[in-house]
């Protein structure tokens, strides 16, 4: 069974996205091995938080990612300069990793400053979810539905119209 590891810095804070988090990591069960790495956020003083700061925090977030990533697995970090894909080429994706020997894909999604230069560059693929800003918690619920429907069509159910 393929292993889907999906690293987040900070917590989830409202019940709402814990609730549908949870839904789709039982929905996943089915279809790959997920684990869901949560770790913690640097802190940032917000009066003082200058460009160098904010890098040293991306830093040390960047290296918790790293450690975190499973030994094998292909990297994709999602980050706004990312690449845009369809439901359907997520799933290609994650087909095409499958197929490739390097079947277990890891996730990072980084703090609201972003990932670290480090991750970006450590990653197989940059990925990203829309020319928009989300919050980067909502982003952690919209990737895991968009995990479950790219296994949705791998297996060929109903679940992707």
């Not at 197929?99 to 703090?111: I, K, Q």
Request: charged letters at 25%.
């Amino acid at each position: 069974m393929q292993a889907v590891t999906v690293i987040c810095v900070g917590r989830l804070g409202q019940p709402f996205l814990q609730q549908g988090c949870a839904e789709y990591a039982k929905r996943l069960s089915a279809f790959c091995d997920l684990r869901l790495v949560e770790l913690p956020e640097e802190t940032i003083r917000e009066k003082a938080a200058g460009e160098a700061e904010i890098r040293r925090a991306l830093q040390k977030e960047g290296e918790r990612i790293l450690a975190a990533v499973p030994k094998n697995a292909s990297l994709v970090a999602l980050c706004i300069e990312g690449k845009q894909l369809g439901s359907e080429e997520l799933a290609a994706f994650f087909q095409q990793k499958a197929l490739s020997g390097r079947a277990d894909v890891a996730f990072a999604v980084g703090s609201s400053h972003g990932l670290s230069d480090e991750v970006k560059a450590r990653a197989a693929l940059r990925l990203s979810m829309s020319r928009m800003t989300f919050p980067h918690q909502l982003a952690r619920l919209m990737l895991l539905e968009q995990i479950y429907r790219a296994a949705s069509i791998n297996a060929g159910t109903r679940y992707h119209k």
